[in-house]
Structure formats: structure tokens, C-alpha cells
């Protein structure tokens, strides 16, 4: 079945630590998005991608990294440069600019906590 | 900047009831696109319904609608005979081209709608 799989679920992380986050989808989608949700701020834009080696900001990338070596992999750094890490994290992808009425997939999101 | 606007945090109303959730939006592009999504306690993020800004007619999904009003940037989603299974968070959602052709997608803060029995 193609989907969009984030991994792990649940995630743990001790301060001043750098931990990655997994988001692999096979549904050949050329845009993949990284988003944070905290409770009553909705989810905010990470980092984007819309093709391979490259990305762009989005609204809230301060102590986070991505790279998008693969179509099918854009994984999420969360550096300890980022002061309150704890949040629910979504990836998503889209086909891209080829198509302009786009809806995203989401993955199933990974709970990070800094302990 | 490009931003989405929902002002409802939350909503509650009863089975079989007709429900509106508002959301407006601020932009200078002319080509874009408005979606709801649904997140149920499972946090899964499921595509309600989508609008295109160069169509007029307004979309319909069964018992979901949107009242489209381009000028006034707004984009409300109407839920008709509401179901106990309608209760989640409703995410408003608008991508448009940006920075070489890339397609943002940014969500507004969502309105957690409660269907009470």
C-alpha cells in the first residue's frame, strides 16, 4: 500500500542531545512538508522540500535541519539549539508543482519529548 | 505573509445539528488553494475538502460544504446532519506558489468540534 510512514511513534530525548525523525513516503510525491503541532497553535511549517537537494524554510526553522537526498526521505533534525523541542511532529507529502490541485498525505506523526 | 486565520477554538453542538466553522485568510496571490482537514483523537490528518480559487462554485463533499467568498478571503465549512464521528479538530489550510515555484502549504489553529449525542 503507498503511504507516507513516520518513525518511530513515540520518541524520547535528553537535553542538549540531536535526535532525527523518519519520514519515508511511496506514493512518488515530489513535495514532502515537516510540520510542529502544539496544543492551540495548529501546525506551523518547518522545512519544505519540492525536489531532491533542495528546501526551503518555512515559518518556524530555528534548531531544525533536513536534508532530501532521496525522493521517497526528507528526515527532520532536531538540534539542541532548539529550546522547547517537545511537540507532536507531522510530515506530509504532496505530488508537487506538476499538479497544481494538490492535497497532502500525512504520516502518522512522532511524538518527541525532551526528558 | 501569507497566514490563516481561524477564529473559532472551539465549537460544540448536537447530533444531527448544522454546524459552520469560519476561516479567513490573507493573501496577494491570485492562484492558490483552500482545504479542511479533519484530525480525529487518532491525530491522523484526513482531507476533508478542497477549493480551487479560480473556481466559483463553491465545493461539496456529502454533508460538508464551503461558502467560498474570494474577496472577502474567506472560507467557511458548513457540516450538515453532524455525526458523533465528526468530532475532531477541523484545520483550515491554504497552499500557494512560493520561492521558485514551490508550493507552500501553511494551516490555520484549528477548531475543535465537539458533536454531543
Known amino acids: 500500500d503507498g503511504g507516507i510512514t513516520q518513525s518511530p511513534k513515540y520518541l524520547f530525548r535528553k537535553e542538549g542531545q540531536n535526535v532525527t525523525l523518519s519520514c519515508e513516503q511511496n506514493l512518488n510525491h515530489d513535495a514532502m512538508y515537516w510540520y510542529r503541532q502544539d496544543p492551540g497553535q495548529g501546525l506551523r511549517l518547518i522545512y519544505y522540500?519540492?525536489?531532491?537537494?533542495?528546501?526551503q524554510k518555512g515559518d518556524i526553522a530555528e534548531g531544525y535541519s533536513v536534508s532530501r537526498e532521496k525522493k521517497e526521505s526528507f528526515p527532520l533534525t532536531v538540534t539542541s539549539a532548539q529550546k522547547n523541542p517537545t511537540a507532536f511532529y507531522l510530515c506530509a507529502s504532496s505530488i508537487g508543482p506538476r499538479f497544481m490541485n494538490t492535497e497532502a498525505f500525512f504520516g502518522q506523526g512522532t511524538r518527541l519529548t525532551v526528558v | 505573509a501569507q497566514t490563516v486565520t481561524q477564529s473559532q477554538p472551539e465549537m460544540s453542538v448536537q447530533e444531527a445539528e448544522t454546524v459552520t466553522l469560519s476561516c479567513t485568510y490573507d493573501?496577494?496571490?491570485?492562484?492558490?488553494?483552500l482545504f479542511w482537514y479533519k484530525q480525529p483523537p487518532s491525530r491522523q490528518m484526513i482531507l476533508v475538502i478542497r477549493?480551487?480559487?479560480?473556481?466559483?462554485q463553491n465545493a461539496t463533499e456529502n454533508r460538508f460544504s464551503v461558502n467560498f467568498q474570494k474577496a472577502a478571503k474567506s472560507f467557511s465549512l458548513k457540516i450538515s446532519d453532524s455525526q458523533l464521528g465528526d468530532t475532531a479538530m477541523y484545520f483550515c489550510a491554504f497552499m500557494y506558489p512560493h520561492h521558485q515555484g514551490a508550493q507552500k502549504l501553511v494551516f490555520g489553529q484549528g477548531t475543535r468540534l465537539t458533536i454531543n449525542p
Open positions: 477549493q480551487e480559487a479560480y473556481k466559483q
Open positions: 493573501t496577494s496571490e491570485s492562484n492558490y488553494y
Open positions: 522540500s519540492q525536489i531532491v537537494n533542495d528546501f
